[in-house]
């Protein structure tokens, strides 16, 4: 059993495209993220999401937006794709944002943006 | 600004020796820390974590040492083995603080464990 997972693992697309990476957990927790690792293979957060309160980090363009259909799952949607947005966009999930700070990971999707 | 640095990209060792992963930070407001493990197209899949209110955690082969006052953190693995080749990531949060729960990383430090 997947414990966290994410689809498509790959995706190519074309400059101005609008794409979503789905994202499930069934690990019951109440918290959920997405990160991305660029070129540098830096992880960083963009967004934390439970049902009462999404944390943006500041430095995420408002092209990017999460969007939570139930507790299991977290799709990043992303509008007018850049060059620059290539990168693996990583899922996560915790049991809680404040009583537990172990994080589960998703496999990654690899997003290349022509 | 990397508030959590691994100035290591790369370390090779022996099988059956000890590995040691360095990490630094920078913000005093840190007061979690874990240690993750990531096999090539896999995500990052947790290790070990210490809170700063202990100097040392240790989870069989594992062992994770905290110096506060030098803001550093190190991971041990001993014995190493083949299968713990793998990019190790250090990373931190603050409890209770605005953006709680949010784990800071550092880049990553490569393992190769030889036979």
């Known amino acids: 059993d997947t414990a966290v997972s994410q689809t498509p693992k790959y995706l190519v697309t074309q400059m101005g495209n609008d794409k979503s990476i789905k994202c499930e957990q069934n690990l019951g927790h109440d918290t959920m993220y997405w990160y991305k690792q660029d070129s540098k293979k830096f992880l960083k957060i963009m967004f934390s999401y439970n049902n009462k309160e999404l944390i943006i980090n500041e430095t995420v363009p408002n092209r990017f937006s999460p969007k939570s259909p139930d507790k299991a799952h977290l799709n990043l949607h992303i509008n007018s794709l850049e060059l620059g947005d290539s990168a693996v966009y990583f899922c996560?999930?915790?049991?809680?944002?404040?009583?537990?700070?172990?994080?589960?990971f998703g496999p990654g999707t690899r997003l290349t943006v022509t | 600004d990397q508030q959590v640095k691994q100035n290591s990209p790369s370390l090779s060792v022996q099988e059956g020796r000890i590995s040691i992963l360095n990490c630094d930070y920078t913000?005093?407001?840190?007061?979690?820390f874990l240690w993750y493990k990531k096999y090539p197209a896999e995500g990052p899949t947790f290790l070990i974590s210490?809170?700063?209110?202990?100097d040392k955690n240790e989870d069989g082969r594992f062992t994770v040492f905290l110096n506060k006052s030098a803001k550093h953190l190190s991971l041990h693995i001993v014995p190493s083995q083949p299968g713990d080749s793998a990019v190790y990531f250090c990373a931190a949060t603050t409890v209770g603080g605005g953006s709680q729960g949010n784990l800071i990383f550092g880049k990553g430090t490569k393992l190769s464990v030889k036979p």
């Open positions: 913000n005093s407001m840190f007061d979690y």
């Open positions: 996560a999930s915790s049991q809680s944002r404040t009583l537990n700070y172990e994080q589960y």
């Open positions: 210490i809170s700063s209110i202990k």
